[in-house]
């Protein structure tokens, strides 16, 4: 196992909690390796919070290496997950050994898909020809089509006990690592506590052995954010402010200063 990952594995029986952000480029990517971050994620997220997307459906595979690449360059001692995006991976095991084999060489420690139990046998292909894989369960925003929105998972009794079977299937088929999206707090500590892989969650509740949040959620860069994260500063007034400062100062011939020679 890599050392970094193996640090994962101890970190968790330990106790020690890991914090992991989405990054889509070279500066975010940098400044969260040098605030300490443990993990970045090039996540499909990018489709919504960097294109404007309503979902992530539109991202392509060519896209998500491009932006792997340029926050491997930036990630330091970080963790970089990357997300196959969808229809790269679902038709089978080869398909999906091909996306990864991608990402790999754009710069990712680790792929990360979503799906349950029907993912087992792809996980356990890639795994087993030394590909390090983050399976996602619970809230999968790839299928939003099928779901009709971004709803919470897990909330009834027949569905959390398929959650918690996903997530049994998808650790012995190889799974290093386990996002765990939008289920009960009580779930996911269930889980966490019952699987010998890291967890990561996200609106999962404090029980999980990792915490991952959307980069521009986190800097208050959109206009709102999930109910689950919290805007650690509201950056989107402060870049609006700078702006408008500059905008001011051109008008006013303020900048830029005039030279003497």
């Not at 999930?226 to 402010?241: K, S, T």
């Amino acid at each position: 196992m890599h050392k970094r990952i193996a640090r994962w594995f101890q970190d968790k029986k330990n106790g020690i909690k890991r914090a992991v952000v989405t990054a889509y480029d070279h500066p975010f990517a940098r400044f969260a390796a040098a605030a300490g971050v443990h993990g970045i994620l090039v996540g499909d997220s990018l489709g919504m919070v960097v294109a404007g997307a309503p979902d992530t459906l539109a991202v392509t595979l060519e896209q998500m290496a491009y932006h792997t690449q340029m926050v491997a360059r930036a990630a330091g001692d970080c963790l970089v997950f990357a997300d196959l995006p969808f229809g790269t991976y679902e038709k089978g095991p080869e398909q999906a050994w091909d996306a990864a084999v991608t990402l790999l060489r754009a710069g990712a420690d680790v792929i990360k898909l979503e799906g349950g139990a029907e993912m087992a046998p792809t996980v356990a292909f890639c795994t087993a020809r030394g590909i390090n894989i983050c399976a996602h369960i619970g809230l999968t925003p790839q299928r939003v089509r099928q779901w009709g929105s971004f709803q919470r998972q897990g909330t009834s009794a027949e569905s959390a006990r398929r959650l918690q079977a996903d997530a049994e299937t998808l650790a012995e088929a190889g799974a290093r690592f386990l996002v765990l999206e939008a289920v009960p707090d009580t779930l996911a500590a269930r889980i966490t506590r019952d699987l010998t892989i890291p967890t990561i969650g996200i609106g999962a509740g404090p029980d999980t052995d990792a915490q991952v949040l959307v980069m521009h959620d986190l800097l208050g860069l959109g206009a709102e954010s999930p109910p689950f994260a919290r805007r650690y500063i509201e950056g989107g007034q402060v870049m609006r402010d700078a702006l408008a400062e500059y905008v001011r100062d051109v008008g006013s011939g303020h900048f830029p200063p005039r030279r003497k020679v």
